[in-house]
């Protein structure tokens, strides 16, 4: 059930690096009385430094974002602010990213090319205390805990998809060109944690060499994010 009415105003602040975008996502929330906008940042440090000047109660997170990555940026602030109310937003594959958003701590997932509509159905069930997915990714979901030997596709999407968390963030920081040493900063962890990641990945993709891994992290960076 949807909340028609609020007690308080919801303060908003949104995490993206695409200005247009921004600028259309603040009009379109600024036309809902109860919603204030409150700022927006492109990276992670103007994020942290604009949630701790106005504590917003909800952000809207972009899962590409130029110098971090959203599903990282998500678990750090879900970690340091845990009432903050999280949305992720993207153009991207919802069946490779939706799930990885929750487990790191967003509370839903949606596409851009999602109606209005379905967007301010999100940010309100969220508001109310749901988790938000569409209902393909509701019954993707569903499939697969009733199936869970489902077998592989043995396609690169669907090893991608049997990524852990952890994994995943830092295939996608290497797909975006980060040192393992910058990943390691990146995720706030040692490097040799993310050598043992990388050699994870590396067999889950059949690859012998971290240089096979960084190439097709690479290919696979520019296939999903041009």
Request: proline share 3%; charged share 25%; no cysteine.
């Amino acid at each position: 059930m949807l909340v028609e009415n609020f007690t308080k105003t919801i303060k908003f602040m949104i995490i993206d690096d695409h200005p247009i975008f921004i600028q259309g996502l603040k009009l379109y929330l600024q036309s809902q009385p109860e919603f204030e906008i409150v700022g927006n940042a492109k990276n992670r440090q103007e994020a942290y430094d604009k949630i701790r000047e106005y504590e917003p109660d909800f952000v809207i997170v972009d899962v590409s974002l130029k110098a971090t990555n959203g599903i990282s940026l998500v678990a750090a602030l879900k970690k340091d602010f845990a009432d903050l109310k999280i949305l992720m937003l993207s153009m991207h594959d919802e069946k490779t990213y939706a799930e990885k958003a929750l487990r790191a701590g967003a509370n839903g997932y949606i596409m851009k090319h999602e109606d209005p509509d379905k967007l301010m159905e999100a940010i309100r069930n969220i508001i109310s205390g749901q988790i938000y997915l569409s209902d393909d990714m509701k019954e993707y979901l569903l499939n697969d805990i009733v199936n869970a030997s489902r077998p592989s596709l043995f396609s690169n999407q669907s090893k991608i998809e049997a990524l852990s968390s952890r994994e995943f963030e830092t295939f996608l920081l290497m797909s975006q060109g980060f040192s393992p040493k910058q990943i390691a900063e990146e995720l706030h962890l040692n490097v040799n944690t993310i050598q043992s990641y990388n050699k994870k990945i590396k067999a889950k993709f059949n690859l012998k060499t971290t240089k096979e891994l960084r190439q097709f992290a690479v290919h696979w960076g520019l296939t999903n994010f041009s």
